[in-house]
């Protein structure tokens, strides 16, 4: 199966700040129709799980552009410009390139 | 309002058999492939399980197949998870997901938990 690592347990930001989350895949996630299968989503408490990013750049509707995903091949970043205590949260990034689907074990942000 | 309400969890001993529910409103449910995903406490998210819009095909991880089965009713708009011979390592929340493609999950439920111990 595809192992997706993020390296990162934990990220530490103040309000305002770039943070960028990486996922390293055991194989590369692109597929013959030229697109990356990877994906990636947003866990907040009391709230349910969000699709921020799909093929790994892009944007979901309604999600807002200081969400920026980007990568290829086996990298993969999501970028959150000028963060707004709101992100603060569990961020998973997701391939469904092949079965079984796997998720990497997640990206807490914090407020510094 | 895009709604997907899981239901069916709780407390059972080892060994015994459990079956989930999850109800979905404000989208064409049966256009929808579905999912089953669970998140033992403090841990990551693990995907378990897939079953195509018409029900044509289901896809397990290693880690439930033989003893969990994943089905559907579109006229009840309803998805189900049949989990039989819980072991302690099965206890989580569990959640369900639509993906109108596998290009990413699109609506997520808020879960239910799902507790295995003697």
């Known amino acids: 199966q595809i192992t997706l690592t993020q390296q990162a347990e934990s990220l530490w930001v103040s309000p305002g700040e770039k943070v960028s989350i990486t996922c390293r895949a055991s194989q590369s996630l692109l597929y013959t129709d030229g697109k990356h299968y990877l994906s990636w989503y947003q866990q907040r408490p009391g709230q349910t799980t969000k699709a921020l990013i799909y093929?790994?750049?892009i944007r979901t509707d309604g999600v807002p552009t200081r969400f920026i995903g980007s990568g290829s091949g086996t990298e993969f970043t999501l970028s959150i410009e000028d963060v707004q205590p709101e992100d603060i949260a569990l961020y998973y990034c997701l391939q469904t390139l092949k079965k079984p689907y796997t998720f990497g074990a997640g990206t807490k942000l914090e407020l510094k | 309002e895009v709604q997907l309400v899981e239901s069916g969890g709780g407390l059972v001993k080892p060994g015994s058999s459990l079956k989930l529910s999850c109800v979905a409103s404000?989208?064409?449910?049966?256009?929808?492939?579905m999912h089953w995903i669970r998140q033992a406490p403090k841990k990551g998210l693990e995907w378990i399980a897939l079953?195509?819009?018409?029900?044509?095909?289901?896809y397990y991880a290693d880690s439930v197949k033989g003893r969990f089965t994943i089905s559907r009713d579109n006229s009840k708009n309803t998805l189900y998870l049949e989990m039989n011979s819980l072991r302690s390592e099965d206890t989580a929340m569990y959640y369900c997901?639509?993906?109108?493609?596998?290009?990413?999950?699109?609506?997520w439920g808020q879960g239910v938990m799902v507790t295995v111990s003697s």
């Open positions: 093929h790994a750049s």
């Open positions: 404000g989208f064409t449910f049966s256009s929808y492939g």
């Open positions: 997901a639509a993906a109108i493609s596998r290009t990413r999950f699109d609506y």
């Open positions: 079953i195509y819009y018409d029900s044509s095909n289901k």
